[in-house]
T-cell receptor, first 112, second 113 residues
Framework: AQSVSQHNHHVILSEAASLELGCNYS??????LFWYVQYPGQHLQLLLK??????LVKGIKGFEAEFIKSKFSFNLRKPSVQWSDTAEYFC??????????FGAGTRLTVKP | SQTIHQWPATLVQPVGSPLSLECTVE??????LYWYRQAAGRGLQLLFY??????ISSEVPQNLSASRPQDRQFILSSKKLLLSDSGFYLC????????????FGPGTRLTVL
Protein backbone atom coordinates (compact mmCIF):
# COMPACT_ATOMS: atom_id res chain seq x y z
CA ALA A 1 0.00 0.00 0.00
CA GLN A 2 1.16 3.52 -0.67
CA SER A 3 2.55 5.50 2.24
CA VAL A 4 3.76 9.04 2.79
CA SER A 5 6.66 10.13 4.98
CA GLN A 6 7.25 13.59 6.35
CA HIS A 7 10.57 13.53 8.11
CA ASN A 8 10.31 16.82 9.98
CA HIS A 9 7.81 16.71 12.81
CA HIS A 10 8.41 20.22 14.09
CA VAL A 11 10.33 23.00 12.38
CA ILE A 12 11.10 26.31 14.06
CA LEU A 13 12.27 29.23 11.93
CA SER A 14 12.71 32.95 12.25
CA GLU A 15 10.86 35.28 9.92
CA ALA A 16 12.50 35.68 6.51
CA ALA A 17 14.24 32.31 6.76
CA SER A 18 13.84 29.88 3.88
CA LEU A 19 11.69 26.80 4.31
CA GLU A 20 11.89 23.34 2.89
CA LEU A 21 9.65 20.55 4.18
CA GLY A 22 10.37 17.04 3.01
CA CYS A 23 7.82 14.60 1.67
CA ASN A 24 8.54 11.14 0.28
CA TYR A 25 6.03 8.59 -0.89
CA SER A 26 6.20 4.92 -1.68
CA UNK A 27 4.25 4.02 -4.78
CA UNK A 28 5.61 3.00 -8.12
CA UNK A 29 2.79 4.07 -10.40
CA UNK A 30 1.33 7.39 -11.46
CA UNK A 31 0.48 9.58 -8.50
CA UNK A 32 -1.26 12.85 -7.73
CA LEU A 33 0.49 14.88 -5.04
CA PHE A 34 -0.82 17.51 -2.66
CA TRP A 35 0.24 19.81 0.11
CA TYR A 36 -2.41 20.89 2.58
CA VAL A 37 -2.08 23.44 5.37
CA GLN A 38 -4.00 23.74 8.61
CA TYR A 39 -3.71 27.13 10.29
CA PRO A 40 -4.56 27.25 13.99
CA GLY A 41 -8.31 26.89 14.41
CA GLN A 42 -9.01 26.66 10.69
CA HIS A 43 -9.98 24.03 8.12
CA LEU A 44 -7.46 22.02 6.22
CA GLN A 45 -6.97 23.81 2.92
CA LEU A 46 -5.06 23.06 -0.23
CA LEU A 47 -1.74 24.84 -0.78
CA LEU A 48 -0.87 23.25 -4.11
CA LYS A 49 -1.20 20.08 -6.14
CA UNK A 50 0.61 18.20 -8.87
CA UNK A 51 -1.10 15.96 -11.40
CA UNK A 52 1.15 16.18 -14.45
CA UNK A 53 3.25 18.60 -16.49
CA UNK A 54 5.81 21.00 -15.04
CA UNK A 55 7.22 19.30 -11.92
CA LEU A 56 7.70 22.67 -10.23
CA VAL A 57 4.30 23.65 -8.91
CA LYS A 58 3.42 27.06 -7.53
CA GLY A 59 0.72 27.40 -4.93
CA ILE A 60 -0.89 30.05 -2.81
CA LYS A 61 0.95 32.41 -0.43
CA GLY A 62 4.31 32.06 -2.19
CA PHE A 63 4.68 28.32 -1.65
CA GLU A 64 6.01 25.97 -4.29
CA ALA A 65 6.81 22.28 -4.48
CA GLU A 66 8.97 20.20 -6.76
CA PHE A 67 8.07 16.72 -7.88
CA ILE A 68 11.20 14.59 -8.34
CA LYS A 69 10.00 11.27 -9.68
CA SER A 70 13.35 9.51 -9.32
CA LYS A 71 13.44 10.37 -5.64
CA PHE A 72 9.72 9.80 -4.98
CA SER A 73 9.72 13.23 -3.40
CA PHE A 74 7.49 16.29 -3.37
CA ASN A 75 9.20 18.81 -1.10
CA LEU A 76 7.52 22.05 -0.15
CA ARG A 77 9.48 25.30 -0.26
CA LYS A 78 9.09 28.96 0.49
CA PRO A 79 12.00 31.40 0.11
CA SER A 80 11.03 33.68 3.00
CA VAL A 81 8.58 32.64 5.69
CA GLN A 82 6.33 34.95 7.66
CA TRP A 83 4.90 34.65 11.14
CA SER A 84 1.50 33.98 9.53
CA ASP A 85 2.88 30.78 7.99
CA THR A 86 2.81 29.16 11.42
CA ALA A 87 0.63 26.10 10.82
CA GLU A 88 0.68 22.36 10.32
CA TYR A 89 1.53 21.13 6.83
CA PHE A 90 0.44 17.81 5.39
CA CYS A 91 1.68 16.06 2.29
CA UNK A 92 -0.80 13.71 0.60
CA UNK A 93 -0.77 11.27 -2.29
CA UNK A 94 -3.40 9.50 -4.37
CA UNK A 95 -2.79 6.90 -7.02
CA UNK A 96 -5.66 8.05 -9.20
CA UNK A 97 -8.23 6.45 -6.93
CA UNK A 98 -10.18 7.62 -3.91
CA UNK A 99 -7.60 6.55 -1.38
CA UNK A 100 -5.71 9.67 -0.31
CA UNK A 101 -2.80 8.93 2.01
CA PHE A 102 -1.50 11.64 4.28
CA GLY A 103 1.83 12.10 5.94
CA ALA A 104 1.99 12.59 9.70
CA GLY A 105 2.28 16.34 9.27
CA THR A 106 4.96 18.93 10.02
CA ARG A 107 4.30 21.63 12.52
CA LEU A 108 5.93 24.90 11.49
CA THR A 109 6.52 27.63 14.05
CA VAL A 110 7.77 30.96 12.73
CA LYS A 111 9.20 33.30 15.34
CA PRO A 112 8.54 37.00 14.74
CA SER B 1 -19.69 27.81 -4.51
CA GLN B 2 -19.43 24.61 -2.55
CA THR B 3 -19.49 24.41 1.23
CA ILE B 4 -19.16 21.55 3.66
CA HIS B 5 -20.69 21.50 7.12
CA GLN B 6 -20.06 19.28 10.09
CA TRP B 7 -21.86 19.10 13.38
CA PRO B 8 -21.54 19.14 16.17
CA ALA B 9 -18.28 21.04 16.45
CA THR B 10 -17.46 19.45 19.79
CA LEU B 11 -18.97 16.52 21.62
CA VAL B 12 -18.34 14.88 24.97
CA GLN B 13 -19.86 11.44 25.38
CA PRO B 14 -19.62 8.70 28.02
CA VAL B 15 -18.14 5.31 27.17
CA GLY B 16 -20.82 2.97 25.83
CA SER B 17 -23.06 5.71 24.48
CA PRO B 18 -24.04 5.95 20.80
CA LEU B 19 -22.58 8.42 18.33
CA SER B 20 -23.86 10.24 15.30
CA LEU B 21 -21.77 12.83 13.48
CA GLU B 22 -23.23 14.51 10.45
CA CYS B 23 -21.62 15.97 7.36
CA THR B 24 -23.42 17.77 4.55
CA VAL B 25 -22.15 19.31 1.35
CA GLU B 26 -23.80 22.14 -0.56
CA UNK B 27 -23.28 23.43 -4.06
CA UNK B 28 -22.31 20.21 -5.81
CA UNK B 29 -23.89 16.93 -6.79
CA UNK B 30 -22.66 13.34 -6.76
CA UNK B 31 -19.61 14.13 -4.63
CA UNK B 32 -17.30 11.51 -3.24
CA LEU B 33 -17.46 11.76 0.54
CA TYR B 34 -14.88 10.81 3.15
CA TRP B 35 -14.50 10.46 6.91
CA TYR B 36 -11.06 10.85 8.44
CA ARG B 37 -9.72 10.78 11.97
CA GLN B 38 -6.88 13.17 12.71
CA ALA B 39 -4.52 12.27 15.55
CA ALA B 40 -1.67 14.47 16.70
CA GLY B 41 1.58 13.45 15.07
CA ARG B 42 -0.06 10.81 12.91
CA GLY B 43 -1.74 12.78 10.16
CA LEU B 44 -5.13 11.84 8.81
CA GLN B 45 -6.41 8.30 8.76
CA LEU B 46 -9.09 7.49 6.20
CA LEU B 47 -11.99 5.71 7.89
CA PHE B 48 -14.69 5.51 5.22
CA TYR B 49 -15.43 6.82 1.77
CA UNK B 50 -18.50 6.80 -0.41
CA UNK B 51 -18.91 7.25 -4.15
CA UNK B 52 -22.72 7.30 -4.05
CA UNK B 53 -25.88 6.90 -1.99
CA UNK B 54 -25.73 3.71 0.04
CA UNK B 55 -22.19 2.90 -1.14
CA ILE B 56 -19.69 2.79 1.70
CA SER B 57 -16.11 1.55 1.67
CA SER B 58 -14.41 0.93 4.98
CA GLU B 59 -10.67 1.36 5.24
CA VAL B 60 -10.05 0.33 8.82
CA PRO B 61 -12.05 -2.22 10.85
CA GLN B 62 -13.24 -0.55 14.01
CA ASN B 63 -16.05 0.41 16.28
CA LEU B 64 -17.48 2.92 13.81
CA SER B 65 -19.79 2.75 10.82
CA ALA B 66 -20.84 5.19 8.11
CA SER B 67 -23.97 5.75 6.09
CA ARG B 68 -24.95 7.91 3.16
CA PRO B 69 -28.72 8.29 3.17
CA GLN B 70 -28.72 11.19 0.70
CA ASP B 71 -26.43 12.35 -2.09
CA ARG B 72 -24.81 15.10 -0.03
CA GLN B 73 -25.12 13.69 3.47
CA PHE B 74 -22.59 11.46 5.19
CA ILE B 75 -23.03 10.17 8.72
CA LEU B 76 -20.49 8.60 11.06
CA SER B 77 -21.98 6.42 13.78
CA SER B 78 -21.23 4.10 16.61
CA LYS B 79 -23.54 1.96 18.74
CA LYS B 80 -21.20 1.99 21.74
CA LEU B 81 -18.30 4.40 22.05
CA LEU B 82 -14.92 3.35 23.37
CA LEU B 83 -12.32 5.57 25.03
CA SER B 84 -10.12 5.03 21.98
CA ASP B 85 -12.74 6.67 19.75
CA SER B 86 -11.77 10.08 21.11
CA GLY B 87 -10.26 12.26 18.44
CA PHE B 88 -10.81 14.85 15.76
CA TYR B 89 -13.07 13.72 12.93
CA LEU B 90 -12.95 15.36 9.55
CA CYS B 91 -15.36 15.04 6.67
CA UNK B 92 -14.24 15.79 3.13
CA UNK B 93 -15.64 15.75 -0.37
CA UNK B 94 -14.17 15.53 -3.84
CA UNK B 95 -15.44 15.51 -7.38
CA UNK B 96 -16.22 12.21 -8.97
CA UNK B 97 -12.87 11.62 -10.64
CA UNK B 98 -10.63 9.44 -8.54
CA UNK B 99 -7.57 11.04 -7.03
CA UNK B 100 -8.78 14.63 -7.20
CA UNK B 101 -8.36 17.33 -4.57
CA UNK B 102 -10.41 16.90 -1.42
CA UNK B 103 -12.16 19.73 0.40
CA PHE B 104 -12.38 19.48 4.16
CA GLY B 105 -14.97 20.45 6.71
CA PRO B 106 -14.27 22.17 10.04
CA GLY B 107 -14.15 18.90 11.97
CA THR B 108 -15.72 17.53 15.15
CA ARG B 109 -13.73 17.15 18.36
CA LEU B 110 -15.02 14.03 20.13
CA THR B 111 -14.06 13.28 23.71
CA VAL B 112 -15.15 9.97 25.19
CA LEU B 113 -15.00 9.85 29.01
Amino acid sequence: AQSVSQHNHHVILSEAASLELGCNYSYGGTVNLFWYVQYPGQHLQLLLKYFSGDPLVKGIKGFEAEFIKSKFSFNLRKPSVQWSDTAEYFCAVTAGNNDMRFGAGTRLTVKP
Amino acid sequence: SQTIHQWPATLVQPVGSPLSLECTVEGTSNPNLYWYRQAAGRGLQLLFYSVGIGQISSEVPQNLSASRPQDRQFILSSKKLLLSDSGFYLCAWSRGQGGDEQFFGPGTRLTVL
